[in-house]
């Protein structure tokens, strides 16, 4: 079985505030280290009142401090909204605090509507060209510094952080392979070039100095419960977001509800259906046999799981259930082999 990771948004909950959702996020993070995760990233979003994790890189500060082996990163950092040298700065005072266990992904896409990019950048300009560019400059931060260099990070400098390149169409399978970079493809909402994504990455990869050979994450939303049902209840919470979020009424995410008759699809739609596609939703059984499927099916060198869901401790079972699906999925294959 692949390596399983954890994505988390930090979600405020109807009923809850942003401090609780961290509190919450630390002890995920906590539970995710002793269930064998892998790495535990954060994700930078602007002006959405279910998001706690905007401060992405002071969060992930938060949760490096309260561990201790498990991977800590973003997923991502939205490049455009920064400047190059303050995110390397950033990044190299994490490395510099927890040595060996800081990831950075990067993505193109502002994490906001437009307006409020604006008031992030006080400025849209600028052109398509801007972000590989910035890619390279902020990379270069991180090597040792070199004789008559005006311009140093610091701390950044000679610092060991892995560079990801986050993406949900080809632009960034493209420049993950021309750059040599580990791709982690965000098909856990935005499934549509999944396929044509992984194609392009893997025929154009040119190895690096950071990576000889491609790698791949695939982001899949696994609401995993005792029960089949209870799983597909808690998942109401997600598709009630999705619904809300296209109806341009963005909140906390919301409590779950019973939904026989599948209203929430109805009103959701052949996008929510899109959208949630790269998802699994069940008891024990069936996550083991979605992830192994999954997995399979991509050819995923890495999975990145997200579970929204309203209850911390519906939440926490939802990530052991899986982590025991792992387990017994790498049990079975060796006993195969």
Same mark, same amino acid.
């Given at each position: 079985m692949v390596a399983l990771s954890v994505l988390d948004l930090s979600?405020?909950?109807?009923? %809850?505030? &942003?401090?609780?959702?961290? /509190?919450?996020?630390?002890?995920?993070?906590?539970? &995710?280290? /002793?269930? %064998?995760?892998?790495r535990y990233w954060l994700a930078e979003h602007h002006n959405m009142p279910g998001v706690a994790s905007a401060a @992405?890189?002071?969060? =992930?500060?938060?949760?490096?401090q309260a561990t201790s082996t498990i991977r800590v990163g973003a997923g991502g950092i939205m490049l455009p909204n920064h400047a190059p040298l303050v995110v390397a700065e950033q990044f190299g005072t994490l490395a510099a605090l927890h040595p060996g266990r800081?990831? !950075?992904? !990067? %993505? $193109?896409?502002p994490g906001s509507d437009q307006v409020t990019a604006r008031a992030l950048r006080r400025t849209l300009a600028g052109d398509i060209d801007d972000f590989p560019r910035d890619v390279v400059e902020l990379m270069a931060y991180f090597e040792p510094v070199k004789p008559g260099q005006l311009i140093q990070a610091v701390p950044g400098a000679g610092q060991e952080v892995e560079v990801w390149m986050l993406g949900s169409s080809t632009y960034g399978a493209q420049l993950a392979a021309a750059l040599g970079l580990p791709y982690a493809f965000a098909s856990h909402f935005a499934p549509a070039q999944l396929e044509l994504a992984l194609s392009v990455y893997r025929s154009q990869f040119r190895p690096s100095e950071r990576l000889d050979k491609p790698y791949?994450? !695939? %982001?899949?939303?696994?609401?995993? &419960?005792? @029960?089949?049902?209870?799983?597909? $209840? !808690?998942?109401?919470?997600?598709?009630?977001a999705f619904v809300n979020l296209g109806l341009g009424r963005p909140g906390k995410l919301p409590a779950p509800v019973d939904d026989p008759a599948g209203d929430l699809d109805a009103m959701g739609g052949a996008h929510l259906r899109q959208a949630l596609s790269c998802s699994i939703v069940g008891g024990p059984e069936r996550v083991r046999q979605g992830l192994e499927d999954f997995a399979r099916r991509h050819g995923a060198d890495e999975l990145m799981v997200t579970a929204q869901i309203h209850d911390h401790a519906a939440r926490v079972r939802s990530f052991e =259930? @899986?982590?025991?699906?792992?387990?017994?999925?790498?049990r079975r294959t060796a006993a195969a082999s």
């Open positions: 979600p405020i909950v109807e009923g %809850g505030d &942003a401090a609780q959702s961290l /509190r919450n996020t630390r002890d995920l993070a906590q539970h &995710a280290e /002793r269930l %064998g995760y892998r @992405t890189a002071v969060v =992930i500060g938060h949760v490096a800081i990831d !950075l992904g !990067l %993505g $193109r896409a791949v994450m !695939l %982001g899949v939303n696994v609401t995993a &419960a005792e @029960t089949d049902a209870e799983a597909q $209840r !808690l998942f109401t919470s997600v598709k009630q =259930i @899986t982590a025991q699906a792992r387990d017994g999925i790498a």
